[in-house]
Structure formats: structure tokens, C-alpha cells
């Protein structure tokens, strides 16, 4: 986790109520919660998105917009969950539905988000995103799209942005490195582009990479040049 060229490491464990509190004390290591400038969280799973994103929005309220650029939504409820597993119910978790002990203190409105990315919803999370009328673009994300998305899901003239980004949003057949592919991904350049569009028109106040599974040299490499211009693009704003 790095804030205002600030460092902090988080050691984790199987307890995830355990991990989220480390998280929270990370962010209080680095000036908050809320914290001040960019915060660029490193996973980890999707699951250790959860404190970072509620100081954010502790931080800015309704000016906060969640981009979440994933292959998944991560919005099941503990009870339509195939699998059980927390990194796919944190987006929902964050809308104050999820796992005791693992939800935050002041819910982030279903409205304040959008999906740019994703492909596989399993059936409650298609239900949710339909019922709360969530913002979800199409898996090939245009930027002129993105923008006027975030625009409309901004309840304030001036909205913020925290980026989230699983990299399975990424076609597997250009980036292998993670737990769950999903076919018909954005390649890296396009995914830069967007969050390069993103930067320049908002504010980018949080950065989440996750779900890397080191497997192959080539994944390393392209993440070696990635992710430096994806933390400077952000930055810049």
C-alpha cells in the first residue's frame, strides 16, 4: 500500500475480519482514513478492496465514483454465493450487504458505481445490478462511454474516482497471471487508455491492482511495464 511516497506492508492471514483490520490500520499508517492524496493498494484478492474503498469514501461521500474494471462484479450476497468466497461478495459487501464484521460503517450507494469490464455475473449479481439499476458497460469499454458513465453516477459537479482493477479484466490470452480468466478481456493498452481517460477528466484518489498469480515470465514482464503507467497516469490527476 503506498500513499504521498509512503510504504506500508500488510502481512495477512486466513482470517479475514484479522486482514481487513490491518488494512484499515495500513491506511491510518499512511495519514488517514480518510487519506489525504492517492492511495495504490496492492492485492492480494478482490476482498482487500473493502477498506480502502470505505475511506475513500468516509473521505469524499458522494463525490465518490468506484470504477470497478474487473471480469467479475463481486457483488453476490454470502447467500447467493456459489462459492462462498469473500473476494466475490466485496463490491456488494461495500453497498452494505455482505458478512458480519465485513461490511463498512457508511455503505457506498449502488448508484456510485460502474462496471467497465465485466463479463461473468453469476445470477444474484445480475439481479442486483439490474434491481439497483448499477451502471454496467459492455465488456469492450468505450472511453467517451466510460467518462460520460462516471459523469452520471457522480452526485456532485466535481466527482472522484477510485479505480479498482482485477486483472482478469484482461483478455487471458494476453495476460495469464490470475485465478479465474474469463475470454473476451481488454488488452493492456486498451486498459490504459481507459484509466489514462479516467485521469484526465477526474480526480483519481485510490488505485486498487489485484487477483496477480505469478505463473508465467511474460505475465511479470507485462506487469513490470503496466503498472508503473497505470500509478502515473492516476497521479497526474
Same mark, same amino acid.
Given at each position: 500500500?503506498?500513499?504521498?511516497?509512503?510504504?506500508?506492508?500488510?502481512?495477512?492471514?486466513?482470517?479475514?475480519?484479522? @486482514?481487513?483490520? %490491518?488494512?484499515?490500520?495500513?491506511?491510518?499508517?499512511?495519514?488517514?482514513?480518510?487519506?489525504?492524496?492517492?492511495?495504490? @493498494?496492492?492485492?492480494?484478492?478482490?476482498?482487500?478492496?473493502?477498506?480502502?474503498?470505505?475511506?475513500?469514501?468516509?473521505?469524499?461521500? #458522494?463525490?465518490?465514483?468506484?470504477?470497478?474494471?474487473?471480469?467479475?462484479?463481486?457483488?453476490?450476497? &454470502?447467500?447467493?454465493?456459489?462459492?462462498?468466497?469473500?473476494?466475490?461478495?466485496?463490491?456488494?459487501?461495500?453497498?452494505?450487504?455482505?458478512?458480519?464484521?465485513?461490511?463498512?460503517?457508511?455503505?457506498?450507494?449502488?448508484?456510485?458505481?460502474?462496471?467497465?469490464?465485466?463479463?461473468?455475473?453469476? =445470477?444474484?449479481?445480475?439481479?442486483?445490478?439490474?434491481?439497483?439499476?448499477?451502471?454496467?458497460?459492455? &465488456?469492450?469499454? #468505450?472511453? !467517451?462511454?466510460?467518462?460520460?458513465?462516471?459523469?452520471? !453516477?457522480? #452526485?456532485?459537479?466535481?466527482?472522484?474516482?477510485?479505480?479498482?482493477?482485477?486483472?482478469?479484466?484482461?483478455?487471458?490470452?494476453?495476460?495469464?497471471?490470475?485465478?479465474?480468466?474469463?475470454?473476451?478481456?481488454?488488452? &493492456?493498452?486498451?486498459?490504459?487508455?481507459?484509466?489514462?481517460?479516467?485521469?484526465?477528466?477526474?480526480?483519481?484518489?485510490?488505485?486498487?491492482?489485484?487477483?496477480?498469480?505469478?505463473?508465467? %515470465?511474460? #505475465?511479470?514482464?507485462?506487469?513490470?511495464?503496466?503498472? =508503473?503507467?497505470?500509478?502515473?497516469?492516476?497521479?497526474?490527476?
Amino acid at each position: 500500500m503506498v500513499g504521498a511516497d509512503r510504504r506500508v506492508r500488510v502481512e495477512v492471514d486466513d482470517d479475514l475480519v484479522s @486482514t481487513s483490520a %490491518k488494512v484499515r490500520a495500513a491506511l491510518a499508517d499512511l495519514g488517514g482514513p480518510p487519506f489525504e492524496g492517492l492511495v495504490v @493498494t496492492a492485492g492480494g484478492d478482490c476482498g482487500v478492496e473493502l477498506q480502502p474503498v470505505a475511506a475513500a469514501r468516509e473521505r469524499y461521500g #458522494d463525490r465518490l465514483v468506484v470504477v470497478w474494471f474487473d471480469a467479475h462484479a463481486d457483488m453476490n450476497s &454470502p447467500a447467493s454465493s456459489p462459492s462462498g468466497a469473500y473476494h466475490g461478495m466485496v463490491l456488494r459487501a461495500l453497498t452494505g450487504e455482505g458478512p458480519e464484521r465485513l461490511v463498512p460503517e457508511e455503505a457506498l450507494p449502488p448508484r456510485q458505481i460502474v462496471l467497465a469490464g465485466v463479463r461473468e455475473l453469476d =445470477p444474484g449479481e445480475l439481479a442486483f445490478v439490474r434491481d439497483q439499476r448499477i451502471r454496467h458497460l459492455p &465488456p469492450v469499454v #468505450d472511453a !467517451a462511454a466510460l467518462v460520460q458513465a462516471i459523469e452520471a !453516477a457522480g #452526485d456532485a459537479p466535481a466527482p472522484v474516482v477510485y479505480v479498482h482493477i482485477d486483472f482478469d479484466v484482461l483478455d487471458p490470452q494476453e495476460f495469464a497471471g490470475v485465478g479465474s480468466p474469463a475470454p473476451g478481456g481488454l488488452r &493492456p493498452g486498451e486498459l490504459l487508455a481507459l484509466v489514462t481517460a479516467v485521469a484526465e477528466r477526474f480526480r483519481v484518489v485510490g488505485l486498487g491492482l489485484m487477483e496477480y498469480e505469478p505463473s508465467r %515470465k511474460e #505475465d511479470q514482464e507485462l506487469l513490470s511495464e503496466l503498472v =508503473p503507467q497505470l500509478v502515473r497516469a492516476c497521479a497526474r490527476s
